[in-house]
């Protein structure tokens, strides 16, 4: 993907996905928003990743625990040598809050696959409906890099601090207070609309084409440099619960090469619940 000019090599195609399936040092990740999508069909080869019940505690709202990450990816056949290709449907949501998961717990070789599930069906490439058998691995995961993401009390402390930018990545109606969340989504609501102060509106979705493929990195630094998000600035995205926003960290840091951006994936869920904090309409 060189060709679109991105800073580092963490997109595949369709094309390459396809002449590399079946190699034993790739491992393909299905992580859908309807994770009952992978059972219906999926890329041949591909295991599951259940956001919710495979990427989250069961009990605190958090990323699970050192050891329970190690056996998932034992489990799924992954080592820490293996490249890992995730993917997702309709919007690569997912597969992008997946591949900053797995750069949470230090995982070397991680690739999106460009325009994603829906991009590989309207190609009409091979689709298959079992899960296949998988060998499992030893992976041993590094100690959580927390350079990439934030907190709530980090994000209050810098509000209004110069060099420092937020980026709220929902809709212009969310942003603006008119929705609480998306239809559909009223059960990861919050009690208050609105959004950050100071924080920049730049929708998730304006970074891809219609087919869900990344926008070149000129036009990426023309969209987020025009609204003053800028490589020499402390970047920190936002969304609703921290995958749309973990879809444009990894556009500012994969693909542009921001050195210094972090995924609040508390989100508006979190701090639209917060007493005390402020909020702008």
């Avoid at 679109?4 to 790739?26: C, F, I, M, Q, R």
């Amino acid at each position: 993907m060189a060709e679109n000019g991105y800073a580092k090599p963490v997109l595949v195609s369709t094309d390459w996905l396809a002449e590399h399936l079946g190699d034993d040092n790739v491992v393909v990740a299905e992580v859908d928003e309807n994770p009952d999508l992978y059972d219906e069909n999926h890329i041949p080869g591909a295991v599951k990743l259940h956001w919710r019940d495979d990427l989250q505690d069961p009990v605190e709202r958090d990323v699970v625990d050192k050891a329970t990450f190690e056996r998932l990816m034992g489990e799924r056949g992954i080592a820490n040598d293996s490249i890992v290709v995730v993917y997702g449907d309709k919007n690569n949501w997912f597969a992008a809050y997946a591949y900053w998961y797995l750069k949470i717990y230090g995982h070397q070789d991680v690739r999106v696959l460009d325009g994603g599930r829906q991009k590989w069906i309207d190609e009409d490439r091979e689709l298959a409906t079992d899960a296949p058998q998988v060998s499992p691995k030893a992976y041993s995961a590094q100690e959580r890099d927390e350079t990439i993401r934030t907190y709530r009390d980090a994000v209050l402390a810098n509000l209004g601090k110069e060099g420092i930018v937020l980026v709220d990545v929902r809709s212009p109606q969310e942003y603006a207070g008119e929705l609480m969340a998306p239809p559909g989504y009223e059960q990861e609501g919050a009690s208050r609309t609105g959004h950050i102060p100071s924080a920049q509106s730049i929708p998730w979705a304006q970074a891809v084409r219609d087919d869900g493929t990344f926008k070149s990195a000129d036009e990426l630094r023309e969209l987020y440099e025009g609204k003053g998000v800028t490589a020499d600035k402390a970047v920190t995205a936002y969304c609703r619960i921290g995958e749309r926003s973990a879809h444009t960290w990894f556009v500012l840091r994969e693909l542009l090469g921001y050195t210094d951006v972090k995924n609040y994936d508390g989100s508006w869920t979190e701090w639209g619940n917060l007493v005390d904090v402020p909020i702008e309409r």
